[in-house]
């Protein structure tokens, strides 16, 4: 080999590639355990942070369901039972009108007022009476409340409407006026209507929210 051959002496290496100083390793080691430590504390709080979500949307879809199975329960128990029992052997489900309710009154009423009176007010009525306590003790969120409230008043309503005309066709003596009892009639089928009005705008709300 020439003695005048450029070459990088074996002592120089080290100018072309540095070592890192033990501080300098030291050092970057503990950047490395910094940035570890800060990653696993982002997924805790993201996982913790997703729970807490999960949880919280469970809790509120509880709350909802449970709103649910109580309005519409009751409405089945006793709602639907209290009108198999004011009009037997009609399917109330083809109650779609006030004209039809007051068309099944008056056939009832007409045939037999007293004796419908007294049907209805001891065998019938107690079933709505018994419906309300469940509706005013219903702690409904704040979007049904109104909803809610307006359902407790629209029984409260028929219930003052049927116990009128039940104490105008109580009478032995009475002589049936259907114009007399028509007042009555359409004071039930308004509070007949408001009760499935606002039932209908809770199970629409409920459908929306827990269909999030």
């Known amino acids: 080999m020439d003695e005048h051959s450029s070459h990088t002496p074996l002592g120089d290496r080290s100018a072309a590639s540095p070592l890192l100083s033990l501080e300098q ?13 800060a990653g696993i504390l982002f997924s805790v709080l993201v996982a913790v942070g997703g729970l807490a979500a999960l949880t919280l949307g469970s809790d509120e879809e509880r709350v909802y369901r449970e709103i649910g199975k109580k309005v519409n329960g009751s409405k089945v128990a006793h709602f639907d ?19 039809q309710l007051w068309a099944q009154l008056d056939l009832r009423a007409s045939s037999g ?90 199970n629409s709300k409920l459908k929306n929210k827990l269909r999030r």
């Not at 039972?81 to 004209?99: H, I, L, Q, T």
């Not at 079933?127 to 049904?144: E, G, H, R, V, Y």
């Not at 105008?168 to 002589?175: G, P, S």
């Open 25 to 37: 390793e030291q050092a970057a080691l503990r950047k490395g355990r910094g940035r570890m430590l």
């Open 81 to 99: 039972s209290f009108w198999a029992c004011a009009f037997p052997g009609y399917n109330v489900r083809n109650m779609k009108n006030n004209e």
């Open 113 to 202: 007022p007293s004796r419908y009176a007294r049907h209805v007010r001891d065998t019938c009525l107690k079933q709505l009476s018994d419906m309300q306590p469940k509706f005013d003790a219903l702690i409904p969120p704040d979007d049904l409340r109104p909803d809610v409230e307006d359902l407790s008043q629209a029984l409260g309503r028929l219930r003052s409407a049927w116990s009128g005309l039940v104490a105008y066709l109580d009478d032995e003596q009475l002589k049936y006026d259907a114009t007399v009892a028509q007042p009555h009639g359409m004071r039930i089928a308004r509070g007949w209507y408001d009760f499935r009005r606002a039932h209908a705008a809770i």
